[in-house]
């Protein structure tokens, strides 16, 4: 099964070059003062219960500026001898250590592979770095990740001593650094879009299964162990976060994650699950008849999404707002429920933020960035004006409509009762117009009905 999907992809892409982590770290340091020094601390692992640890995955402003993916490190940009210098603080190596969890790359390995100057075991962070800091003026760090860091950097700030009276050294204030990487990362190098394109077309390839194995019985743990095994053997790291699927009333739930029900003929299934792949993130969700057949009612709602997700997908344009895709979704969603006799108002009226009745069935926004996170990083109204989209930058474009009879708020029509409907694909912004990443995964009334429960072959 698996096999036969895995003949389809592309051959993995190259990983990103030094040479490109190298000019990152240079557009972010040519923001700098000489007196500045930047840190970025790698956040501790996660308790799952008792010793038992969540899988490690490190932050992803450190995999940008350098890809390095182990735990307890620290990355530093300081200015010495008239250039920028990068250190990383890594792990010692320990056979003891080694030999229950794993083989440590060190600072040898460091050196060898990744964009940094100089690195050292982490053992010796306080002493290099207090003597850094007292050579700075203003220290770059998001604090919460380390709390020796954060307690070095504290009490480097507040010291009062006769060197600072006498010579003025030593920091005297403190920046988060959040923002200025957030604009780098928001427009996304060829070498992160084909990381993007591959983690998409093994997303895609994912739902295809996932869609050839829904039957009558199927539940809803099945199609995800499927989804998500299938990230596993593609080479992915696995998914980018907990997928949603969800059969009848629980695709009406936006963020339902129990995925615990069994899926029965006359439902549709709702599966939002993207894979990450070097750490970027796809983001694709589906919805289909587990019958193989959209009934009447069920295309009905489903062409009005789809209609909507294309017209989003043309708006995005280079020069376009960033709200663009959602005001055109939100409006051929509106026009399509008025034509059916769902909302009783105009479509100005349905629109209406505060007394319109598209709300009641579409109550999400319609895009979010995506990239080494999948709800990346990038404010979307600098200064609270709309940010204009730009080539590089990607972004979901994921409208729907849910009808969940179980909702005490709303009377919801009895002939589209808990059938809930998103269609989400991952789009660049390019000056040849918008380029969806996730094209390959099916998503046509004809092509669905062709796949659902056909087995490969």
Not at 314 to 335: F, I, K, N, W
Request: with cysteine.
């Amino acid at each position: 099964m698996f096999a036969e999907a895995v003949a389809k992809l592309p051959p993995q892409p190259a990983p990103t070059s030094i040479s490109e982590f190298r000019e990152r770290q240079e557009r972010l340091t040519s923001q700098f003062r000489n007196d500045d020094v930047f840190i970025l601390a790698s956040p501790p692992f996660a308790v799952h219960s008792n010793d038992v640890e969540y899988r490690y995955r490190t932050s992803s402003d450190l995999l940008y500026l350098t890809g390095w993916s182990e735990p307890e490190s620290v990355f530093v940009l300081r200015y010495d001898q008239g250039s920028w210098v990068s250190t990383l603080f890594v792990q010692p190596q320990d056979t003891l250590k080694e030999i229950w969890e794993g083989r440590r790359p060190g600072t040898d390995g460091a050196l060898a592979d990744h964009a940094v100057d100089e690195a050292y075991n982490n053992d010796e962070l306080s002493v290099r770095l207090s003597e850094w800091l007292n050579d700075t003026k203003r220290v770059f760090l998001r604090g919460g990740a380390n709390a020796e860091v954060d307690d070095m950097v504290e009490r480097a700030i507040r010291k009062r001593d006769r060197a600072r009276q006498h010579f003025g050294s030593g920091p005297v204030s403190l920046e988060d650094p959040s923002g200025l990487l957030a604009e780098l990362r928001l427009r996304k190098s060829a070498s992160e879009i084909e990381q993007m394109v591959y983690a998409s077309k093994v997303a895609s390839l994912a739902h295809e299964l996932a869609m050839r194995h829904s039957r009558e019985g199927v539940t809803e743990y099945q199609l995800q162990s499927i989804i998500e095994a299938f990230f596993s053997y593609a080479g992915t790291s696995g998914w980018s976060y907990p997928s949603i699927v969800g059969c009848g009333e629980n695709a009406t739930i936006l963020h339902y994650t129990t995925n615990q029900d069994t899926c029965n003929f006359d439902e549709v299934v709702l599966i939002d699950a993207g894979a990450e792949y070097r750490g970027y993130a796809s983001d694709i969700t589906r919805s289909w008849p587990i019958s193989g057949t959209f009934s009447e009612a069920q295309r009905e709602i489903y062409e009005i999404v789809l209609r909507a997700q294309l017209a989003a997908i043309d708006a995005c344009q280079v020069g376009a707002p960033y709200t663009a895709p959602h005001e055109v979704a939100r409006r051929v969603l509106a026009e399509g429920l008025i034509e059916l006799g769902v909302i009783q108002q105009t479509v100005d009226e349905a629109l209406d933020m505060e007394t319109g009745e598209l709300r009641r069935w579409y109550m999400h926004n319609t895009s979010h960035w995506i990239g080494l996170d999948v709800h990346d990083a990038g404010v979307y109204k600098p200064g609270g004006t709309p940010r204009l989209l730009e080539p590089g930058m990607c972004l979901t474009i994921e409208p729907g409509l849910y009808f969940g009879a179980w909702r005490p708020d709303v009377e919801c029509p009895e002939r589209y009762a808990n059938i809930g409907i998103r269609i989400e694909d991952d789009v660049l912004i390019s000056t040849q117009g918008p380029v969806v990443l996730t094209e390959d995964c099916p998503k046509s009334i004809e092509d669905i009905e062709s796949i659902v429960g056909v087995s490969f072959g």
